[in-house]
């Protein structure tokens, strides 16, 4: 994963809009760079490619001078139209086509099998994304439990991301049945105090973390 370490994948941040009324994708980046978020993955399936484009440069155009990398959902030539740092991609979007397309960016692949985990290490990923629970804010995602999670962790060398219902009270669950990460949506996007509620998953990762060695 070159600098993108499995540590590096702490706390992912996915954007939202429409969580809380007047709260748009930006506010929600915003608040995960200040909260200091790993990684803020700008997703907005409602927008046209030329909203998405304008979204993600200006997330991208956040993260400067941070810690944290912007990437782009499902928008292959969008993350490389910005500049962004990597994309994610799920099933359905090819994902065996998007390595030569973004170079060396972070890759990251949606699974929810084995096989699917050992074949997104063969085409290039960097890490995958596997749902934990079920979640509102992607409601056609198939729920992998811990268990679930756990089988995929070993099946690949890949580090894995868990989404899904996933919050402060939980993320530890996640990283104990073999995750390197957590990912949010409704945890931060949702919260009253954005910031706050990042800063709270970045503790919790990093003392489980912390714990462990």
């Known amino acids: 994963m070159a600098e993108h370490t499995r540590e590096g994948l702490g706390v992912v941040v996915l954007t939202s809009s429409g969580l809380v009324p007047g709260r748009d994708h930006l506010d929600v980046a915003r608040a995960a760079i200040a909260g200091g978020a790993n990684i803020v993955q700008v997703r907005a399936p409602e927008l046209s490619d030329e909203a998405l484009e304008t979204l993600a440069r200006r997330v991208v155009g956040a993260c400067e001078g941070s810690t944290t990398l912007p990437i782009v959902n499902d928008g292959v030539e969008v993350a ?115 910031e706050a509620a990042t800063w709270e998953l970045v503790e919790t990762v990093s003392g489980w973390r912390e714990g462990t060695r």
Do not use: C
């Open 80 to 194: 490389v139209s910005v500049g962004a740092a990597g994309v994610h991609v799920g099933q359905g979007d090819h994902p065996e086509t998007v390595r030569p397309r973004i170079g060396a960016r972070l890759l990251g692949v949606s699974v929810s099998t084995p096989e699917q985990a050992r074949a997104a290490a063969a085409f290039g990923a960097d890490y995958l994304g596997v749902t934990v629970w079920e979640t509102a804010t992607k409601p056609e995602a198939e729920p992998m439990g811990l268990d679930g999670l756990a089988e995929i962790a070993r099946a690949s060398a890949l580090p894995v991301v868990g989404i899904g219902g996933v919050h402060s009270g939980n993320a530890t669950e996640v990283l104990a049945a073999g995750a390197s990460g957590v990912a949010v949506v409704s945890a931060v996007g949702g919260a009253n105090d954005m």
